[in-house]
Nanobody, 122 residues
Framework: QVHLVESGGGLVQTGDSLRLSCAAS????????VAWFRQAPGKEREFVAA????????KYTDSVQGRFTIFRNNAINTVFLQMNNLQPEDTAVYYC???????????????WGQGTLVTVSS
């Protein structure tokens, strides 16, 4: 089982950028597909972005396409989410998740981190 720890959240203003990190403690981390989800206050958790185990495949939800970029560095067991032009509606707890199966990574990944809070003020 892979253990995931998110970092990089904080309070920013509209239009600012932020980079989240997801560090994993697993020797086989490079075998895992990794995704970011988020949960805004009073809303259900939603998929944000995913990257394949090799880093050559990505997927984004429509609302962040063109603003967010997911990428990974398997040499340091870390996946990043670069978030640009942040908007108040991006305010949420962001969770990192991992799964060996690309088909599950968007819907029901097997491993989750504890989350990091991103707050975008207007």
């Amino acid at each position: 089982q892979v253990h995931l720890v998110e970092s990089g959240g904080g309070l920013v203003q509209t239009g600012d950028s932020l980079r989240l990190s997801c560090a994993a403690s697993a020797r086989a981390f490079s075998d895992y597909n990794v995704a970011w989800f988020r949960q805004a206050p009073g809303k259900e958790r939603e998929f944000v972005a995913a990257v394949s185990w090799a880093g050559d495949g990505t997927k984004y939800t429509d609302s962040v396409q063109g603003r967010f970029t997911i990428f990974r560095n398997n040499a340091i067991n870390t996946v990043f989410l670069q978030m640009n032009n942040l908007q108040p509606e991006d305010t949420a707890v962001y969770y990192c998740a991992a799964d060996l199966n690309w088909g599950r990574i968007v819907a029901k990944p097997e491993a989750w981190g504890q989350g990091t809070l991103v707050t975008v003020s207007s």
